[in-house]
C-alpha cells in the first residue's frame, strides 16, 4: 500500500512537471515567434495585431487585447484583439477608450506596474469590455520610461493566471517597445506630414481665391476708369472747341 501510494505521489509530481515544462514551452514559442513575425514591421497597428495574435495563440488565452497610449489626451485606444470583439479583417467590434486610470488597464497605464487580478468580482474599478470575466492580466509597454502601450488578457476562471504568464507577458511587452515605440513615433510624424499637407492645400486654395478676387477687382475698377478717361476727352474736346 505505501509503495503504491509512492508511485502515484511520483506520477503526480511527473504530471505537474511535465504540465509546467509544457507551459514554458508555450511561452518560449510566444517569444521566437512574436521576435520573428514584428521583425521589419513599422505600421503601429501590424505590430500591435501580431502582439494580441501571437500571445493569445501560443499562451492558449480567452482573450488578448492591446492598448495604446496617448498621453496628450490621456486616453487609451485598443488598437489588436484576439477574441469575439474582432470581426473579419481584423477590425475591432466597439473599440474601447478609456482614461489613464480607468479600470485595470488604465491604472497600469497610469502607474507602470503590472495587474493581475484573481476575482474581478472583488476589484471595484473593474471595467467590462465585451462580457464579464473572473480574472485579468495587464501589463505595460514601456519605453524611455513612459508607458506607451498595455497589453491586457482576461479569462473566465478565477486565479487563471499564473507567474508564467507574468513573465511571459513582461518578456513580450519588453521584446516589443522598441519597435512599438518606433511605430509610434512614425505614427505621429505621418499625422504631422498630412496635417502640414491639408495646410498647404488649404493655403493654395485660399491663393487662388486671392488671385480670383484680385482679377474680379481689378477688372471691375477698370470700367469705371475706361468710363471717366472717356468723360475727360470729352471735356477736353468741349474746352477745345470753346477756345477756338
Known amino acids: 500500500e505505501m509503495l503504491r501510494s509512492l508511485v502515484g505521489s511520483e506520477m503526480c509530481i511527473r504530471d505537474r512537471d511535465i504540465t509546467l515544462v509544457e507551459r514554458q514551452s508555450r511561452m518560449l514559442r510566444a517569444l521566437n515567434n512574436l521576435s520573428v513575425s514584428i521583425l521589419g514591421k513599422r505600421d503601429l497597428y501590424d505590430i500591435a495585431w501580431e502582439i494580441a495574435r501571437n500571445t493569445a495563440s501560443h499562451l492558449k488565452l480567452e482573450d488578448c487585447v492591446v492598448y495604446s497610449v496617448d498621453h496628450d ?6 488598437l489588436a484583439a484576439f477574441d469575439n470583439k474582432v470581426s473579419s479583417g481584423n477590425v475591432i467590434k466597439n473599440i474601447m477608450t478609456m482614461d489613464i486610470g480607468e479600470g485595470i488597464v488604465g491604472k497600469v497605464a497610469q502607474s507602470g506596474d503590472h495587474l493581475l487580478i484573481n476575482d474581478t468580482k472583488l476589484y471595484n474599478e473593474y471595467v467590462v469590455d465585451d462580457k464579464i470575466r473572473a480574472s485579468e492580466l495587464a501589463v505595460p509597454i514601456i519605453a524611455n520610461n513612459i508607458v506607451i502601450g498595455v497589453i491586457d488578457s482576461e479569462n473566465s476562471i478565477k486565479g487563471y493566471f499564473k507567474n508564467e504568464h507574468l513573465e511571459t507577458f513582461k518578456n513580450i511587452a519588453n521584446l516589443a517597445s522598441a519597435q512599438f515605440n518606433s511605430a509610434i513615433s512614425l505614427r505621429k510624424e505621418q499625422k504631422t506630414q498630412d496635417e502640414k499637407n491639408k495646410l498647404l492645400i488649404k493655403l493654395e486654395k485660399s491663393n487662388e481665391e486671392l ?16 468710363s471717366m478717361s472717356a468723360i475727360i476727352s470729352w471735356i477736353r474736346e468741349d474746352l477745345s472747341l470753346i477756345h477756338i
Open 73 to 78: 489626451t490621456k486616453k487609451l485606444t485598443q
Open 211 to 226: 488671385k480670383n478676387f484680385a482679377h474680379v477687382v481689378s477688372h471691375d475698377l477698370k470700367s469705371p476708369l475706361r
